[in-house]
């Protein structure tokens, strides 16, 4: 497999620039992260990071607006909120690179923060908070479940926040603040990739982040949540045709060896027609329409989810014995059956490296969990993960014990 | 001296470039099925797609063909449905299925490498499905379960009802796939449709990635060019002979929730209108990007939703013009009152040229962002071969875009835009 070549090079005042050429076609690639997500939120504040990521787009200290001289050019933008990171990305002609540099570096020096352009991001974020989450089925399924999974880790809320209200009484003051105790070049990484020359592509870093200063970062040591001991549970009541089951399980942090162990296992439960949850639970004993089983990939000690509908005609107690199968089968797994999840996962991954703003995003995100090179190593990773880990992770990281179930039930008529 | 940065003037614009799509090679296997191959991208990847004319406008009912499609793959003659997935993934390969209004198709995407080994899985799809009867009523029952929970979704109801409205529950453009369709579904229509559809003359194979030609022509021949004729059966478009039953005004459906669904719209034109491309940038600049009008206005200046875009969305045979969005309740009103002013405003008043000029750069720099992957060049050659409308004519989208100028769109919207017989389709809570 053809590896992505790069290379780096560090402004004076701490912006790291990551560089990746492909010549394919004339386009080019700009992706910045910035090392703060809502595990950074204050409990009273949470979602507090993700409306930031809105403001972020209301124009600059020198730039009244920021998408339309890109969009002049040709360019097109957006941008993601996680719990550890915000990503900005663009992509644009090649020819045009020199817009990219100048838009990015006038939003890392300073925003034009104002009143009014606050309150109508508070209520698109809101609007954003009911179409994502509040008004769907089942939509508010993981927000209610992550607080009961995690019981001190800011990961207890989601990036659209904990409740609206938190989004309704944020302040201009704290906009302030959050910007600059976390959107500086010394906590963010740029990757540049495309049609782009390595020695221009410094050189216009230079001239245009060059004089941002390095600022005071407002980082804070995050409690580490503690061992669950017991399984945990909760009911909620919506407006839902159908039960469901939501469960959470710990798993270690994406940096950890171990981390990649679970992943495969949501892989092997239910990445694909011949998956194990799949098979048992919806052709086997149809006990579900629908499960799924994925991995949060969260940077500290995090989660991964096992999801699923109760069949109509079928009752939780029978879903749940059917997944507890499911999860003990594991200890049956083949070498034949690992290789093929290794093969599909390694497909995968030279299939997202077809695009540009594929490859970009990957790199900051490698970084971001200490290590560019994963770009490279991560199917190697996989490729050397071993039956019998497998079987022990499985062991241990789908106990009941390690668990947090939500039952989510249609409200009584 | 220092350096004094200008910030307050961008950087200086070079003229964008037109990046003209790639040529591609047709040839035939021996049987006649012609093969569009082209070597393209730099990743270690090949997609075959194999295509035929048999798409949604030919079906008796909503759902044969994506259900047929689907059940392609649920077992052959040689592998259950279980093994046949279990091969796939050995090699690391996908077989999906796509279906448009034109054309079914089978697409394979797999590393160059396992080729020879894939290749023949996608025979077997094609060639030898077997269609069993359990599978096909399990995936029922399990999608019946799946719709009623779409159903609870106010954009899902918004879609059925616009359909519904604008062309009548019967007409191909209008229908539904519900719970009562998807129920009265059976296999033998199913099986009568791939019998109907799917044979050789009816077919023809595209190929886009890193691979060898020649390996590729002769995998190809051995595998397919024994595949054998049926008795053609040429049907045409079921749309030719369905009538359109349009109504307009207001239509509410009462859900419960925090938002509501709204669909704003009337009738457009055929994909083969001349004015297809100038009606993209007209399009563009009212709601078709993040910087649209409707956009600034709605979402930007006031706060009512997190997105609303519209589209001019033609078909082969007719086409309709769509507003949609998800709402705060409380602003229903005054959003749809808002869309109706800024399609008044491009019937009334002439773009200015910042913002046209802003749009049309933003619609050719877009241009190169669907090219990137083989796949999408293989999309590409499909809607080409299809529609029989080549690649060159698709790079002339480039021209028409960079000549329009604003008073060509204000007579534009003033012949396409009828903003007092709008359909309303609004799903939500009346408050």
């Known amino acids: 497999m053809s590896t992505i070549q790069y290379q780096t090079h560090t402004l004076d005042n701490g912006l790291k620039i990551i560089i990746h050429e492909d010549h394919s076609i004339p386009k080019a690639v700009v992706d910045i992260l910035?090392?703060?997500?809502?595990?950074?939120?204050?409990?009273?504040?949470?979602?507090?990071?993700?409306?930031?990521?809105?403001?972020?787009?209301?124009?600059?200290?020198?730039?009244?607006s920021y998408d339309q001289p890109l969009q002049r050019v040709g360019g097109e933008n957006n941008a993601f909120t996680s719990s550890d990171i915000t990503n900005y990305y663009l992509s644009l002609p090649s020819n045009q690179l020199e817009t990219a540099f100048w838009l990015e570096s006038d939003r890392m020096l300073e925003l034009n923060f104002s009143?009014?352009?606050?309150?109508?991001?508070?209520?698109?974020?809101?609007?954003?908070?009911?179409?994502?989450?509040?008004?769907?089925?089942?939509?508010?399924?993981?927000?209610?479940?992550?607080?009961?999974?995690?019981?001190?880790?800011?990961?207890?809320?989601?990036?659209?926040?904990?409740?609206?209200?938190?989004?309704?009484?944020?302040?201009?003051?704290?906009?302030?603040?959050?910007?600059?105790?976390?959107?500086?070049?010394?906590?963010?990484?740029?990757?540049?990739?495309?049609?782009?020359?390595?020695d221009k592509v410094i050189q216009l870093a230079q001239k245009w982040f060059g004089a941002i200063p390095r600022r005071n970062l407002k980082k804070h040591a995050l409690p580490q949540e503690p061992t669950q001991k017991e399984a945990r549970s909760m009911t909620v009541y919506g407006e839902v045709p159908f039960e469901a089951v939501y469960k959470m399980y710990h798993v270690p942090a994406h940096s950890d060896r171990k981390y990649y162990i679970t992943d495969i296992i949501t892989d092997l439960l239910s990445n694909g027609k011949s998956s194990r949850l799949f098979q048992q639970?919806?052709?086997?004993?149809?006990?579900?329409?629908?499960?799924?089983?994925f991995s949060w990939g969260m940077h500290h000690p995090g989660a991964i989810s096992i999801d699923g509908r109760v069949a109509q005609t079928k009752t939780i107690d029978i879903?749940?014995?059917?997944?507890?199968e499911a999860l003990d089968s594991l200890q049956a797994l083949t070498e034949d059956e690992l290789n093929r999840i290794k093969n599909k996962l390694e497909a995968t991954f030279v299939m997202q490296k077809t695009t540009i703003l594929n490859k970009a995003m990957g790199l900051a995100m490698c970084d971001s969990l200490g290590d560019i090179d994963l770009i490279n190593k991560t199917p190697e990773i996989y490729h050397s993960i071993g039956l019998g880990e497998v079987k022990e992770a499985a062991t241990t990281y789908l106990a009941p014990e390690n668990c947090s179930t939500l039952y989510y039930l249609p409200k009584e008529k | 001296m220092q350096y004094i940065l200008d910030r307050n003037t961008p950087p200086l614009a070079s003229p964008l470039n037109n990046i003209k799509l790639p040529t591609y090679q047709k040839s035939h296997l021996s049987n006649g099925i012609p093969v569009y191959t082209l070597t393209y991208?730099?990743?270690?990847?090949?997609?075959?797609?194999?295509?035929?004319?048999?798409?949604?406008s030919l079906q008796s009912k909503v759902g044969i063909a994506t259900y047929m499609a689907s059940h392609m793959q649920e077992g052959t003659q040689s592998y259950s449905s279980l093994q046949l997935a279990q091969k796939l993934d050995e090699f690391g390969a996908w077989i999906e299925h796509e279906v448009g209004e034109s054309y079914l198709s089978l697409n394979l995407t797999t590393l160059s490498t396992h080729i020879a080994q894939t290749l023949p899985l996608l025979h077997e799809v094609v060639c030898a499905p077997s269609f069993p009867e359990h599978e096909f009523d399990q995936m029922k029952a399990r999608n019946l379960q799946k719709l009623k929970v779409n159903a609870q979704k106010t954009s899902y109801q918004a879609r059925r009802d616009f359909g519904h409205y604008m062309y009548?529950?019967?007409?191909?453009?209008?229908?539904?796939?519900?719970?009562?369709?998807?129920?009265?579904?059976?296999?033998?229509?199913?099986?009568?449709?791939?019998?109907?559809?799917?044979?050789?003359?009816?077919?023809?194979?595209?190929?886009?990635?890193?691979?060898?030609?020649?390996?590729?022509?002769?995998?190809l021949n051995e595998l397919f060019s024994s595949y054998t004729a049926r008795s053609v059966t040429k049907e045409t478009s079921r749309v030719l002979t369905a009538s359109i039953k349009s109504q307009n005004g207001r239509?509410?459906?009462?859900?419960?929730?925090?938002?509501?669904?709204?669909?704003?719209?009337?009738?457009?034109?055929?994909?083969?209108?001349?004015?297809?491309?100038?009606m993209q940038v007209v399009n563009t600049i009212l709601g078709g990007y993040f910087g649209s009008r409707l956009m600034k206005n709605i979402r930007e200046e006031k706060g009512y939703t997190y997105g609303i875009y519209s589209g001019w969305i033609s078909y082969k045979y007719s086409g309709v013009f769509v507003v949609q969005g998800d709402i705060g309740n409380k602003y229903i009103e005054d959003t749809i009152s808002e869309v109706k002013k800024e399609i008044h405003r491009l019937m009334e008043e002439p773009v200015p040229a910042n913002e046209l000029e802003l749009v049309k750069n933003y619609l050719l720099g877009k241009n190169i962002n669907q090219r990137e992957t083989p796949f999408q060049l293989a999309d590409l050659i499909r809607f080409s071969v299809v529609n029989d409308i080549s690649f060159t004519e698709i790079d002339q989208k480039f021209d028409i875009i960079q000549g329009i100028k604003a008073d060509e769109i204000l007579a534009l919207a003033q012949k396409h835009f009828k903003p007092t017989q709008?359909?309303?389709?609004?799903c939500g809570k009346r408050l």
Not at chain 1, 319 to 324: K, S
């Open chain 2, 41 to 56: 991208g730099s990743a270690e990847v090949v997609q075959v797609q194999m295509v035929f004319k048999a798409g949604s």
């Open chain 2, 422 to 426: 709008l359909l309303e389709v609004v």
């Open chain 1, 319 to 324: 879903y749940e014995e059917a997944l507890q």
């Open chain 1, 115 to 198: 009143q009014e352009k606050l309150d109508i991001q508070k209520r698109v974020v809101i609007e954003e908070f009911k179409q994502r989450y509040l008004n769907q089925p089942y939509g508010d399924a993981h927000l209610q479940l992550r607080n009961l999974h995690f019981q001190i880790h800011p990961y207890k809320w989601a990036t659209i926040g904990k409740e609206i209200s938190h989004i309704e009484e944020a302040s201009l003051e704290e906009v302030k603040d959050f910007f600059f105790g976390y959107y500086a070049p010394n906590n963010a990484t740029m990757v540049v990739a495309g049609d782009v020359e390595p």
């Open chain 1, 281 to 293: 639970m919806v052709i086997q004993k149809q006990v579900t329409p629908q499960v799924n089983a």
């Open chain 2, 168 to 219: 009548g529950a019967a007409h191909p453009y209008g229908r539904h796939l519900g719970e009562e369709e998807l129920a009265s579904l059976s296999l033998e229509s199913i099986k009568a449709y791939h019998h109907q559809y799917i044979y050789p003359e009816n077919s023809f194979i595209i190929v886009v990635g890193q691979f060898d030609q020649a390996e590729m022509m002769k995998e």
């Open chain 2, 251 to 278: 239509r509410y459906k009462e859900m419960e929730g925090l938002q509501a669904t709204i669909r704003l719209g009337h009738l457009g034109f055929r994909r083969s209108h001349p004015d297809y491309y100038p």
């Open chain 1, 34 to 64: 910035y090392k703060v997500g809502s595990k950074d939120e204050e409990s009273h504040r949470t979602g507090f990071a993700h409306l930031f990521e809105h403001l972020m787009f209301e124009g600059s200290k020198h730039i009244p």
